[in-house]
Nanobody
Framework: QVQLVESGGGLVQPGGSLRLSCAAS????????MAWYRQAPGKQRELVAR???????NYIDSVKGRFTISRDNAKNTVFLQMNNLKPEDTAVYYC?????????????WGQGTQVTVSS
């Protein structure tokens, strides 16, 4: 069974920080690169950051230098440290494998965690 459980979102002022966590099923966590995605209202879901099993990381340009993805392999958990948050970071954040995990055309997603950046 595939499980993805995100947490750590909230309301924060511009310039603030949040740390997101995602607990993933061991079966997928150990086999695939993990990633954080986000979906803002009216926009498509986008990949924000990814990390391989060897801890190689990639980020979209808009979050470089502000976000840091990391993973704890012993706990099957991936994190996203978000600093200097901006209003345009407001979105629901999801974790998943990269590419997103699917089985016979069914894509598995967690419930996501809402991040709202506003004064």
């Amino acid at each position: 069974q595939v499980q993805l459980v995100e947490s750590g979102g909230g309301l924060v002022q511009p310039g603030g920080s949040l740390r997101l966590s995602c607990a993933a099923s061991g079966s997928i966590f150990s086999s695939y690169p993990m990633a954080w995605y986000r979906q803002a209202p009216g926009k498509q879901r986008e990949l924000v950051a990814r990390i391989t099993s060897g801890n190689s990381t990639n980020y979209i340009d808009s979050v470089k230098g502000r976000f840091t993805i990391s993973r704890d392999n012993a706990k099957n958990t991936v994190f996203l440290q978000m600093n200097n948050l901006k209003p345009e970071d407001t979105a629901v954040y999801y974790c998943n494998t990269d590419p997103p995990f699917h089985n016979y055309g069914y894509f598995y997603w967690g419930q996501g965690t809402q991040v709202t950046v506003s004064s």
